[in-house]
T-cell receptor, first 112, second 112 residues
Framework: DAGITQSPRYKITETGRQVTLMCHQT?????MFWYRQDLGHGLRLIYY???????DKGEVPDGYVVSRSKTENFPLTLESATRSQTSVYFC???????????FGPGTRLTVT | AQSVTQPDIHITVSEGASLELRCNYS??????LFWYVQSPGQGLQLLLK??????LVQGIKGFEAEFKRSQSSFNLRKPSVHWSDAAEYFC??????????FGTGTSLTVIP
């Protein structure tokens, strides 16, 4: 399917566990982003990537790791999950000509 | 530093009434400005964007927004609200290095 997808859509994990959220886009957009959405904070940028093998920190990167070996994939890993990382996570890609961000459906992560 | 302020956390309007959602931004250069809508459990969808030119921009679903540089504002308007417009609305500014900054959102309730 064309577009941007995220998996899983829902995830419950325990404190201290490692968890990886997947993001896949079919447009070959260069830029990709990870945001977290929390009540009262809107969307905050965790990491972004300008191209394969190029990543950079956003506003709230602590506790997260990203990689981008292929243009179409941008996984986000929580190396040791904490309760404060309970959130809804959105992946997005940036249209190069439209300068419009296209968002995935989100992953709701609960850390117990 | 770039930032976006949406002063209204929650707004309630009657169906058929007009709507204005406020957005103020802080950005040193000419900003790229966006309004997104998020329905419950969904990702974000672009309503409209401003890059340059005419300061009144038209978007999808009958929305428009006006860029006022002197007031650092980019308010969203709709002349007649429909029940299906009930959602969360986010204003965003595109900044240096293709980073985007989002406001905390305004939740819109539409009453019949």
């Amino acid at each position: 399917d064309a577009g941007i997808t995220q998996s899983p859509r829902y995830k419950i994990t325990e404190t201290g566990r490692q968890v990886t959220l997947m993001c896949h886009q079919t447009w070959s957009h260069s830029y990709m982003f990870w945001y977290r959405q929390d009540l009262g904070h809107g969307l905050r940028l965790i990491y972004y990537s300008a191209a394969a093998d190029i990543t950079d920190k956003g506003e709230v990167p602590d506790g997260y790791v990203v990689s981008r070996s292929k243009t179409e994939n941008f996984p986000l890993t929580l190396e040791s999950a904490t309760r404060s990382q309970t959130s809804v996570y959105f992946c997005a890609s940036l249209g190069s000509s439209s300068y419009e961000q296209y968002f995935g459906p989100g992953t709701r992560l609960t850390v117990t | 530093a770039q930032s976006v302020t949406q002063p209204d956390i929650h707004i309630t309007v009657s169906e058929g009434a007009s709507l204005e959602l406020r957005c103020n931004y802080s950005y040193g250069a000419t900003p790229y400005l966006f309004w997104y809508v998020q329905s419950p459990g969904q990702g974000l969808q672009l309503l409209l964007k401003y890059f340059s030119g005419d300061t009144l921009v038209q978007g999808i679903k009958g929305f428009e927004a006006e860029f006022k540089r002197s007031q650092s504002s980019f308010n969203l308007r709709k002349p007649s609200v429909h029940w299906s417009d009930a959602a969360e609305y986010f204003c965003a500014v595109g900044g240096t290095g293709n980073q985007f900054y989002f406001g905390t959102g305004t939740s819109l309730t539409v009453i019949p």
